[in-house]
């Protein structure tokens, strides 16, 4: 099976590593497979959504087609849509 | 409840009374509800516009802080004049010539973990339009406790997030911290301070979350319970994603680590103040 390619748009939190971009394109069957290609490409920005355990960061969330998704193992679709959202606090 | 309104009053709400969605019973709870707004800022300002004006009979606001010149650019019932002065006050005097039917209870204070539970007791819905993580993780764990609904909305530069939160009422209601167990290290996020905020778009949000609110009040249309609403400003993009429930979530899940605002995981996240001005 050919690994497809997802469309990421990040939260500005991350938006210093990707050079301001906020819709980015990856490859990767699975969540963690696509913070790896993301972050060959950007490096440093993995370690902003997964901890040191392999564990999504507790202030940041990452949805899949517009539902939550928590686990790196998350399989993925060619032309999946992921956001990634950290909290805010401005008010 | 009291159904009667003055002659006045069919004219003021007359554009609300001829929805058939609040007519005049829904404007009668308008009139009976009582809001707590949390910030006399960038949010809080047209959010206590918008619901004076429509005629939420009680309006608290909680503010420690006065007015700064660099406020004014979003903070719109703050006038030049009005430099030096508490915000709560100003916000007072700004309701008063919206509405003079409007009670307005102005709480010049911090947000903090001994007044919190005794603060939000006093009224029927709580909306946050507060500017650090202390402060909003406090109020989603005060109004867990005290079983009230939060309308909660946040922004930084371009980018907004808005959520009603009802996690007293069990499953399927997440609260805040089912989406974000825990805020982030101070350094990782800026504040509006440092990083700037669209004045336009505390106002977009402001109102949107004061439609939120008076769609609780009324209980109308659909909640945005269980949904986070995200607005890019500079896409003209708005997504609503799916939150949900965590069973291990720390306030609201089966074992909650936080039982109370003295729990230690509680007083960690009141512990860091992040944003100013």
């Known amino acids: 099976m050919s690994t497809g390619t997802v469309e990421v748009r990040l939260a500005a939190l991350l938006h210093s590593y ?21 972050d060959e490409r950007y490096p440093g920005i993995r370690f902003r959504i997964v901890d040191e355990q392999d564990r999504m960061r507790r202030h940041v969330r990452v949805f899949v087609n517009g539902a939550d998704a928590r686990d790196l193992a998350t399989p993925l679709a060619d032309g999946d849509k992921l956001y990634i959202v950290g909290a805010l606090s401005g008010g | 409840m009291n159904r009667d309104f003055t002659e006045a009053e069919l004219h003021r709400y007359a554009r609300h009374i001829i929805l058939p969605e609040i007519g005049g019973e829904g404007q009668a709870k308008l009139r009976a509800a009582k809001v707590l707004v949390i910030g006399a800022g960038g949010l809080g300002t047209p959010l206590l516009q918008y619901l004076g004006a429509a005629g939420v ?15 004014l650019q979003r903070q719109v019932i703050h006038r030049t004049a009005d430099v030096g002065a508490a915000k709560v006050e ?44 202390a402060t909003r993780y406090l109020l989603t764990d005060a109004c867990y406790f005290a079983q009230k609904t939060l309308v909660a909305a946040a922004i930084l530069r371009f980018e907004a997030q808005l959520s009603t939160y009802k996690p007293h009422l069990g499953p399927p209601h997440p609260c805040y911290r089912c989406v974000f167990p825990e805020p982030p290290p101070p350094e990782s996020v800026p504040s509006c301070a440092q990083a700037g905020v669209l004045g336009a778009m505390a106002g977009t949000m402001g109102a949107w979350q004061a439609t939120e609110v008076v769609k609780e009040i009324l209980g109308v249309g659909e909640s945005l319970s ?16 799916a939150i949900t429930r965590r069973p291990d979530c720390p306030l609201c899940g089966a074992q909650p680590a936080i039982t109370s605002l003295d729990s230690p995981l509680a007083q960690a996240s009141y512990a860091e103040v992040y944003c100013g001005d």
Do not use: C, M, W
């Open chain 1, 18 to 38: 990707t050079r301001g971009a906020r819709v980015v394109h990856a490859p990767g069957a699975t969540l963690g497979e696509v913070f790896d290609a993301l």
């Open chain 2, 57 to 71: 009979g009680t309006l608290g606001v909680v503010d420690h802080d006065t007015v700064a010149l660099s406020n």
């Open chain 2, 226 to 241: 269980g949904k986070l609403l995200l607005y890019d400003a500079l896409d003209a993009r708005v997504e609503r994603l």
């Open chain 2, 90 to 133: 100003s916000a007072r005097r700004a309701l008063g010539e919206i509405n003079p039917e409007v009670r307005v209870v102005a709480h010049q204070a911090r947000l903090t973990p001994e007044n919190a539970l005794a603060l939000v007791s006093d009224y029927d819905i709580v909306a946050d339009g507060s500017d650090n993580f």
